[in-house]
């Protein structure tokens, strides 16, 4: 089974700052890898996502994120966060040919003015 | 296109008591998911339906929850009865039942049992 490690469980930050949310997985094997994103008493929005091709991947709301396989790492970065990105990100894995997916515990971003 | 529809939207019941919760995934979308997602913590699978298929219900405690997708359409989850430990947020999710097509969410269910 895979595993999926988000590093930081809060990340404060200012508004107008750079942000990276940190994300780690366990399999070597073939994955495809999402971000997603969680407003209060919402549910998740998709972010973005890598299926193959170029490590760097953009998505919406100005967010991006970078695949490393020998890193086993998606770091999720912003060059730029404002209030309305406050909410809590999260990281999700799934298996070549499962329909399986594995989250991360979340990381809480609060942008504050 | 419509998106996954849950309800209710929040439920508050005693303990021992059961409760149902309901999804309509999207439309044309094979793969249903119910996902528990506790405070503070990512959203955990209960159970995965292909079609009307429960396909892996490995995570579901089936002395008290149960589940059906009749029709392989909408989907419902029960809890009976329920414990205080039972408070969460239950999520429903569809996909078009490809590994790499992303998961599609409702809005949850946030339960609390008193």
């Known amino acids: 089974a895979q595993s999926v490690t988000q590093l930081d469980s809060q990340v404060p930050v200012f508004e107008e700052a750079p942000v990276e949310l940190r994300c780690n997985y366990s399999s070597s094997v073939s994955v495809y890898l999402f971000w997603y994103v969680q407003y209060p008493n919402q549910g998740l929005q998709l972010l973005l996502k890598?299926?193959?091709?170029?490590?760097l991947v953009k998505g919406i709301n100005g967010f991006e994120a970078e695949f490393n396989k020998s890193q086993t790492s998606f770091h999720l970065r912003k060059p730029s966060v404002h209030i309305s990105d406050t909410a809590e990100y999260f990281c999700?894995?799934?298996?070549?040919?499962?329909?399986?997916?594995?989250f991360g515990s979340g990381t809480k971003l609060n942008v504050k003015p | 296109e419509a998106g996954v529809v849950q309800s209710p939207r929040y439920k508050i019941i005693e303990k021992k008591q059961p409760v149902a919760f309901w999804c309509n995934p999207i439309?044309?979308?094979?793969?249903l998911y119910w996902y528990l997602q506790n405070l503070g913590q990512g959203p955990e699978l209960l159970i995965r339906?292909?079609?009307?298929?429960?396909?892996?219900d490995s995570q579901l405690p089936k002395d008290r929850f149960s589940a059906e997708r009749l029709k392989g359409v909408d989907s419902t989850l029960k809890i009976q009865p329920a414990e205080l430990g039972d408070s969460a947020v239950y999520l429903c999710a569809s996909s078009s039942g490809q590994s790499n097509s992303p998961l599609h969410f409702g809005n949850g269910t946030r339960l609390t049992v008193t």
């Open positions: 339906y292909e079609n009307e298929e429960a396909v892996d």
């Open positions: 890598y299926l193959s091709g170029s490590t």
């Open positions: 999700a894995v799934s298996s070549g040919g499962f329909n399986k997916f594995y």
């Open positions: 439309s044309g979308h094979n793969t």
